[in-house]
């Protein structure tokens, strides 16, 4: 379980830096540059990514079952997980999607972590779920107290909705098909 939280430290730590210390990265881009920030940031959001997938899996060998969910719940997971993919999507081209919800991926992390707590009850799962949707809920509100640039520039289009739609529902068809089986060894659908 260190593993798993140490990579959630890490990963979710660099991630935060805008929002609990955004002088940081402003003094660092300064001094150093903007490729070089996104250089390291990206170095160390990548060494905690596998230190989170390294824990999760180690976790999972011995689970520490804190509830075990109605299978009912798993219908419900798979509902709730239908906008994940193209919020997600929504987040890289400007369009009414993203100028609505304002920060798509964020939203579409929040959905994404409280539907995997309601299909899945270890210890493991609520630490990676429940830690990385409330990051996304706190990054949100700080988001909206202090307004930053959107990832998605540009003017917005019909078009980029439409694209970010069909992708994501694109992408989660062929995870509940079977890539969130061969991934994660465990099928959503049963």
């Not at 905690?48 to 969910?69: E, N």
């Not at 999507?89 to 929040?110: D, N, Q």
């Not at 909705?161 to 694109?170: H, I, Q, W, Y």
Request: glycine content about 12%; proline content about 7%; cysteine-free.
């Amino acid at each position: 379980m260190l593993v798993l939280v140490l990579g959630l430290i890490i990963f979710l730590g660099i991630h935060s830096v805008r929002i609990v210390a955004p002088q940081v990265r402003e003094g660092f881009v300064g001094r150093r540059g903007l490729g070089p920030w996104k250089g390291s940031y990206s170095i160390i959001a990548a060494v905690g990514l596998v230190l989170i997938i390294l824990g999760y899996w180690l976790a999972r060998q011995d689970p520490v079952v804190l509830y075990t969910p109605a299978t009912w719940m798993r219908h419900l997971t798979l509902l709730l997980m239908l906008p994940v993919f193209p919020l997600m999507a929504a987040a890289h081209r400007p369009g009414r999607i993203s100028a609505t919800v304002g920060h798509p991926m964020l939203l579409g992390t929040v959905i994404w972590g409280i539907a995997h707590l309601l299909a899945n009850g270890t210890l493991a799962d609520l630490l990676l779920f429940g830690g990385i949707g409330a990051w996304a809920v706190v990054d949100w509100f700080s988001s909206l107290r202090h307004p930053r640039e959107p990832v998605a520039r540009g003017k917005p289009s019909p078009r980029n909705d439409l694209m970010a739609v069909v992708g994501g529902l694109v992408i989660y068809a062929i995870l509940v098909g079977g890539l969130h089986r061969l991934l994660f060894g465990v099928s959503p659908i049963g």
